[in-house]
């Protein structure tokens, strides 16, 4: 398992996207690493917004891969999902439940323009009072 030294002076590399570390949290005894990135809405409107994406993901999936010299994704014991070389899309436009890095993702849309992007197995927990409190999110 990564120390938050090395998490944080990397960026993990998620839906075609680079997220920052941000922080550990613990939920349900579990701990959990929160990435985060703000981004405008879209380039065309004539006043943009911010949107502001934070991953959360179990600590001990989080993997440095040496060969790119980022953060990456692996499954608790399983072998890395081959990395799929995705073009980076208008988060407005993502749907709400895909799979990358062989994980599948549940992304939900907050107040305020916020979008969180959990693993689908780890939501309902994530969501829950006590996840959205640990997470610093309104219940």
Known sequence: MLDEATLSVNVL????KSFDFDRVVEVGGTAFAVFGRTETETEAKLRPELVRMRVVVP???VVYDEASDTLGLVRGGGAAA???RRAAGTTMLEPEEFRDQGIDWRRTSLPDLHRLYVPREFAERLLSPEGRAALGLPP
């Open 13 to 16: 590399q998620f839906a075609g």
């Open 59 to 61: 600590l001990e999936w």
């Open 82 to 84: 081959p990395r799929q």
